[in-house]
């Protein structure tokens, strides 16, 4: 089958079926033309990659994965440190989502929202800390979007920019 047939079968765009290609996690076939050719078995690994990327495992994690699901010697117990390593990593990221939520949520209550110019929001932006320092807060957390490999709110090889990534 062609890309795009293979995409359809897949759930995963053209675009991100060239971008596996290009770092080694599919190897279709070629047609004498160059065009690439696309089998049940690389469906097969598309539909892995989308499913593992869904659950937000990093694309180094993936490569493990696949080289785990390949092989049929291989240790569930391999599998399984993978999968709790990640969901650390998740939930160390969900605690960080929650203590920047906890932080907008905190300057919010301080905007007073109306007509006046002033506002914490703004100058906790620019990078004034004055506003959250008063609420026991010296700064926002560290941890911003696309900082971390891996990270479901990265850029292209991580999800894609502006929300969490679901297909890929």
């Given at each position: 089958?062609?890309?795009?047939?293979?995409?359809?079968?897949?759930?995963?765009?053209q675009?991100?079926?060239?971008?596996?290609?290009?770092?080694g996690?599919?190897?279709?076939?070629?047609?004498?033309?160059?065009?690439?050719?696309?089998?049940?078995?690389?469906?097969a690994?598309?539909?892995?990659?989308?499913?593992?990327?869904?659950l937000?495992?990093?694309?180094?994690?993936?490569?493990?994965?696949?080289?785990?699901?390949?092989?049929?010697?291989?240790?569930?117990?391999?599998?399984?440190?993978?999968?709790?390593?990640?969901?650390?990593?998740?939930?160390?990221?969900?605690?960080?989502?929650q203590a920047?939520?906890?932080?907008?949520?905190?300057?919010?209550?301080?905007?007073?929202g109306?007509?006046?110019?002033?506002?914490?929001?703004?100058?906790?932006?620019e990078?004034?800390?004055?506003?959250?320092?008063?609420?026991?807060?010296d700064?926002?957390?560290?941890?911003r979007?696309?900082?971390?490999?891996?990270?479901?709110?990265?850029?292209?090889?991580?999800?894609?920019?502006?929300?969490?990534?679901?297909?890929?």
């Amino acid at each position: 089958m062609n890309i795009g047939e293979a995409a359809r079968a897949s759930g995963v765009s053209q675009k991100m079926i060239r971008h596996y290609e290009a770092i080694g996690l599919l190897h279709p076939a070629r047609q004498p033309n160059g065009y690439r050719v696309y089998s049940a078995n690389d469906v097969a690994v598309l539909r892995f990659i989308r499913h593992a990327r869904d659950l937000a495992f990093p694309l180094e994690d993936v490569r493990r994965l696949l080289a785990l699901w390949r092989d049929h010697h291989r240790a569930s117990a391999d599998v399984r440190r993978i999968a709790l390593d990640h969901v650390a990593a998740l939930e160390e990221k969900a605690r960080s989502l929650q203590a920047m939520a906890a932080s907008l949520r905190h300057l919010a209550e301080h905007c007073q929202g109306d007509d006046r110019p002033d506002c914490p929001i703004l100058d906790e932006l620019e990078g004034r800390h004055d506003h959250c320092a008063e609420g026991g807060r010296d700064e926002l957390p560290a941890l911003r979007a696309g900082d971390h490999p891996g990270d479901p709110l990265a850029g292209p090889a991580g999800g894609g920019a502006g929300g969490p990534r679901r297909r890929g």
